[in-house]
């Protein structure tokens, strides 16, 4: 009596085996039709493959290029809001040696203050600093820093009365924030 295992496998080799050879004819074949196509399609698509992957690194360093541009300017700016900002505590004593009311011998003093003061405003203008104009504005928590709060009839509620220190911006960015004095009701 044969034993139904070894049936089995022989009736499974058959199978793979048939498997296999029908494989091999496919693949004999596969060349000739490969062949049968044209053969500049082949060097087509390797020039677009090629092309493709030039043009994703050409775009690529462009992104590359501008992220570096960007990142030069930004450190630029920084360098330049960081030398202004050294700056405006100079501003600051000059503007309060202006206040100061002018006495004996005080007018060659004072005239040569606002000679220093000018240049110094000459100077901020050129590289793009601008002060902020805050007395009489509303408060905007944005560009001012409340010190005091003070009822006055004169003055609408939450109306900048009085400017303790000015602010100034480099373009669109806020250097340092005007202190000032809001009315309240």
């Known amino acids: 009596m044969a034993n139904p295992v070894d049936e089995n496998d022989d009736n499974q080799r058959s199978t ?3 498997v296999f050879d029908d494989s091999a004819e496919m693949s004999a074949e596969a060349p000739s039709d490969s062949a049968a196509l044209d053969p500049t399609a082949e060097l087509r698509r390797e020039k677009d493959a090629i092309q ?3 043009l994703r690194l ?3 360093f462009d992104n590359y290029r501008k992220r570096v541009d960007r990142d030069r300017r ?3 700016d920084a360098a330049v809001a960081s030398a202004v900002e050294d700056l405006l505590p100079i501003i600051d004593n000059l503007e309060r040696a202006l206040e100061v009311s002018a006495g004996s011998g005080g007018d060659s003093y004072r005239q040569g ?3 220093i003061y000018r240049q110094m405003l000459e100077l901020l203008r050129r590289r793009g600093v601008t002060p902020l104009d805050s007395v009489g504005t509303d408060f905007d928590p ?3 820093q409340a010190v005091a709060h003070e009822a006055s009839p004169d003055h609408r509620e939450g109306e900048v009365m009085e400017e303790l220190r000015r602010g100034y ?3 669109d960015r806020l250097l ?3 202190m000032v004095k809001v009315a309240k009701a």
Request: proline residues 4%; aromatic residues 0%.
């Open 58 to 60: 050409a775009a690529e």
């Open 169 to 171: 911006k480099l373009g």
């Open 142 to 144: 944005q560009v001012h």
């Open 176 to 178: 340092r924030p005007a």
């Open 52 to 54: 493709d992957r030039l």
């Open 74 to 76: 930004d450190q630029a």
């Open 16 to 18: 793979t085996a048939e």
């Open 113 to 115: 203050v606002e000679l």
